[in-house]
C-alpha cells in the first residue's frame, strides 16, 4: 500500500513538472495568505503586487467555501477600497469547470485571482484535471497574480494539506504517514504550504509532513500574514511570521512512525524579510 502511494505521488509530481514546462517559464506572482483577518495595509500590498492597470479585472473564485456569497462580498469590498478595477466572481461547479467556456476564459485573462476560504479539498474536487485548472495556470504564466487565503493558500503547493489525519494517525504526535496529503495546483513545486501556523500551533503536523517530504521545504504562514512569491523568491508582508523548516538530516524511523532527524534548517521570518524557495 505504502509503495502505491509512493508511486502515485511520483506521477503527480511529474505531471506537474510537465505542466510547468508546457506553460513556460512563470510571468506571474503569488500572494499566499494564511488566513485570518486581512488587514488595510495587506490588502493594498496585494493590490501593488497585481499592479493592476484600469483595463484590469480582478476574478474571485469561492469554490472552497460553504458561504460564497458573503465571502465574495467582502473580500470585493475590501479590494475596492484599494483599486477601481472590475471584480467578477465565478463559483465553478465541476461540470461548468470543462464547460462553461465563457467563464473559464475570464478566469485566463483575469490580472488578479483569488481563491477564497473553507476546504482547499472542496476547490481541488472541482478544478483538478480540468480546463479551468489549464486556465488558472496559463494566467500565472502569462503574468497574473494568484492569491489565496486559509484553504486559498494550502491549494497553492503541489502536494497538499488536506487538514486531515491519515487513519491511526494523531497531530499529537511527529512521526510519518501521519498528516494526509493529496494534489494541488502547483504553482509551488519545491515546497509545501501550512496556513494558521503559529495561532494554531501546527508544528508537529509540518515536521511529520517534513519527514514524509524530506526534499521538500515546508512553509507554515500564520494568519494576517502573507507570502509574495515571484520565482524563487518569497517576501513576507503582514502582521505575523512564517515558519521555513527544510533539510533534514540522519532521518530514522523508530517505534510505530516515529521520526528523528538532526540539524534540519529552521528560520522565523517577518514583514520585509525574504528568502529562496528551492
Known amino acids: 500500500m505504502k509503495g502505491n502511494f509512493n508511486i502515485k505521488y511520483s506521477m503527480m509530481v511529474a505531471f506537474l513538472l510537465l505542466t ?11 500572494f499566499i495568505i494564511g488566513g485570518g483577518d486581512r488587514s488595510d495595509a495587506l490588502v493594498n500590498t496585494l493590490v ?3 499592479n493592476l492597470k484600469a483595463s484590469d479585472y480582478i476574478v474571485i473564485l469561492p469554490m472552497a467555501t460553504s458561504i460564497p456569497e458573503e465571502s465574495v462580498e467582502f473580500i470585493s469590498g475590501q479590494l475596492l ?9 465565478f ?5 461548468e469547470a470543462n464547460e462553461r467556456q465563457s467563464w473559464i ?13 473553507g476546504d482547499q479539498n472542496k476547490f481541488m474536487n472541482v478544478v483538478k484535471g480540468t ?8 494566467a500565472y504564466a502569462q503574468g497574473a497574480t494568484i492569491s489565496g487565503t486559509s484553504a486559498g493558500a494550502a491549494v ?12 491511526g494517525g494523531s497531530f499529537k504526535e511527529v512521526k510519518k504517514n501521519n498528516a494526509e496529503t493529496a494534489q494541488g495546483m502547483g504553482y509551488l513545486t519545491e515546497a509545501i504550504i501550512d496556513q494558521h501556523f503559529i495561532i494554531r500551533s501546527r508544528y508537529n503536523r509540518l515536521l511529520s509532513v517534513l519527514a514524509d517530504h524530506p526534499d521538500k521545504m515546508l512553509i507554515g504562514i500564520d494568519e494576517a500574514t502573507a507570502i509574495i512569491v515571484k520565482g524563487k523568491k518569497a517576501t513576507v508582508a503582514g502582521d505575523s511570521q512564517v515558519v521555513v523548516v527544510s533539510a533534514p538530516k540522519k532521518l530514522k524511523v523508530f517505534g510505530k512512525d516515529k521520526v528523528s532527524f538532526e540539524n534540519a534548517a529552521f528560520s522565523l521570518f517577518s514583514e520585509g524579510q525574504s528568502f529562496n524557495i528551492r
Open 81 to 89: 477600497q484599494h483599486c477601481q478595477n472590475p471584480i467578477a466572481s
Open 91 to 95: 463559483n465553478f461547479t465541476r461540470a
Open 48 to 50: 501593488k503586487t497585481a
Open 20 to 30: 510547468g514546462c508546457i506553460f513556460g517559464q512563470s510571468k506571474g506572482s503569488l
Open 105 to 117: 476564459d475570464s478566469v485566463q485573462h483575469a490580472r488578479l485571482i483569488y481563491i477564497t476560504g
Open 131 to 138: 480546463k479551468l485548472y489549464d486556465a488558472l495556470h496559463k
Open 156 to 167: 497553492m503547493s503541489a502536494i497538499m494539506f488536506t487538514g486531515e489525519e491519515k487513519a
